[in-house]
C-alpha cells in the first residue's frame, strides 16, 4: 500500500507560478507511474501530467509548456512545477499512483493523496 500527502497549494494571480509536491510513503518501489490530476466543481477529474518509474512524462495539452512535472527519488517526492497559471487551472490537484498502469485515464490509479486547493485568480 503507497500514501500519498500532497502539499504546495494555494491563491495566485493569473501569470503566476506555485510548485505542488507528493511525498510518499509505504511500498513506493513497487510504484509504476505517479500522476497529476485536478478536478474543478461540476468537472470531471483529468489528468494533469504523469511521471513513470522510468522517467517517461506525459502533459495534459491543456497545460503544456507550463507545467513540469519530476521527482526526486532520495527525497520519495514527486513534484509538478506550474507556471504562467489561468483561471481555468483553479481546481483542486491530486496525485495518485498505479503499481501497473502508466495511462491516462484517472480511474485506473489506485492510490490517492487527500488533495490540494489551487486558486488562481486576481
Known amino acids: 500500500q503507497v500514501q500519498l500527502v500532497e502539499s504546495g497549494g494555494g491563491l495566485v494571480q493569473p501569470g503566476g507560478s506555485l510548485r505542488l509536491s507528493c511525498a510518499a510513503a509505504?511500498?513506493?518501489?513497487?510504484?509504476?507511474?505517479v500522476a497529476w490530476h485536478r478536478q474543478a466543481p461540476g468537472k470531471q477529474r483529468e489528468l494533469v501530467a504523469r511521471?513513470?518509474?522510468?522517467?517517461?512524462?506525459h502533459y495534459a495539452d491543456s497545460v503544456k509548456g507550463r507545467f513540469t512535472i519530476s521527482r526526486d527519488n532520495a527525497k520519495k517526492t514527486v513534484f509538478l512545477q506550474m507556471n504562467s497559471l489561468k483561471p481555468e487551472d483553479t481546481a483542486v490537484y491530486y496525485c495518485a499512483a498505479s503499481k501497473y498502469y502508466s495511462g491516462t485515464d484517472p480511474r485506473r490509479y489506485g492510490s490517492w493523496g487527500q488533495g490540494t486547493q489551487v486558486t488562481v485568480s486576481s
Open positions: 511521471i513513470t518509474s522510468g522517467g517517461n512524462t
Open positions: 509505504g511500498s513506493i518501489f513497487s510504484i509504476n507511474a
